[in-house]
Each structure stands twice: as structure tokens, then as C-alpha cells.
């Protein structure tokens, strides 16, 4: 008799109702390596993080414990989306806490929104049969930048990010 596994091939993304957290529950068919890669490389990271209608520039990046980082995400051409005044340009930027293969810790800012500086967690939990759980957990100052941060289209971001990442896991593309 064999058993199926369901893996969370889209996001789980849940609001805890009691402190100002973020909780992202995700399942990849890749190795914890891969997805530690996959987040911790700048060239590899520009290539998936985001929605499609945004491409990443990295501007700076150090993925190592006291290192920093910061990216720009510019509006593609064509696409529709625009903030209040019509940016077409989106930074942030943070720093590295933790990276360990298992493990990132990590601040996350965006520049239009200095108040609301997130603490963010990441673990990779290998499921077996080729598959790896990401858990994300952002801690943001108040529940009003929590709120702020979940109506700003990140679950779209994710969503999208991450189909992006699985294509390149089935491409090979991620070692």
C-alpha cells in the first residue's frame, strides 16, 4: 500500500493573530542545498525573487553572517503597475544576521517604508523523495506594518517568485 504526500506547491501565507508575524509554509522538489542557493546567490536570486512584472538588480550582496544586502525592483516595460506617483523603482535592503545551509536570518526594509523593518527566518526541512519544506517567518514592528506588508501584492510576489524557482529547479538550472 502506498501512501500520496500533498506537498504546498503554492504558499501558505498566515497572519498570526497575536503578535505582528508573517508565517510562509512552502514546498519545493529540490534539495535544502538548492534552496539555500537559490536564496543565498545573488545572480541565482535576481533571476526568481518577485513578481513577473518586476525584474530584480542586485546592488549589493553579501549572504554571510554580518553581511548586508540591497536590490532594486525595476517595473518591466509594459506592465501595468505602478505605486502613487508613478515609481517604477522599488529598493531594499537588509542584513544578513544568520546564514547557515539550514538556516537564514535575516532584516528586510523596504526604502519606502523604513518604519517597517522585518526580522525574517528561513529553514529548509528535507521532506525526503527529493522534496524540501521552506518555513518563513517575519516578525514586522506593529501590526499596522504587518498589514502594510501583506496588502502590498506579496502574496503575488511569492507566489509568482516561487513558480519562478520551481521552473529553474526542473530546469536544472539551480545545483
Do not use: C, K
Request: hydrophobic residues 35%; negative net charge.
Amino acid at each position: 500500500m502506498s501512501t500520496a504526500t500533498t506537498h504546498l506547491t503554492t504558499a501558505s501565507i498566515e497572519a498570526d493573530p497575536e503578535v505582528p508575524v508573517v508565517r510562509i509554509t512552502r514546498d519545493f522538489r529540490a534539495t535544502p542545498a538548492q534552496l539555500f542557493a537559490a536564496h543565498t546567490d545573488p545572480d541565482l536570486y535576481a533571476r526568481w525573487v518577485g513578481p513577473h512584472e518586476l525584474s530584480t538588480r542586485i546592488d549589493h550582496w553579501d549572504a554571510r553572517t554580518g553581511g548586508s544586502y540591497r536590490f532594486t525592483n525595476l517595473v518591466r516595460e509594459g506592465s501595468e503597475r505602478r505605486l502613487e506617483g508613478g515609481e517604477e523603482e522599488f529598493h531594499f535592503f537588509g542584513s544578513f544576521h544568520e546564514v547557515r545551509p539550514d538556516r537564514i536570518v535575516q532584516t528586510f526594509t523596504y526604502e519606502g517604508f523604513p518604519d517597517g523593518v522585518s526580522l525574517e527566518t528561513m529553514t529548509f526541512e528535507e521532506l525526503g523523495d527529493g522534496w524540501t519544506r521552506m518555513h518563513g517567518h517575519s516578525l514586522l514592528p506593529s501590526f499596522e506594518a504587518r498589514e502594510q506588508m501583506l496588502a502590498s501584492g506579496m502574496e503575488i510576489g511569492i507566489n509568482e517568485g516561487y513558480a519562478s524557482l520551481d521552473a529553474m529547479f526542473e530546469a536544472g538550472e539551480v545545483a
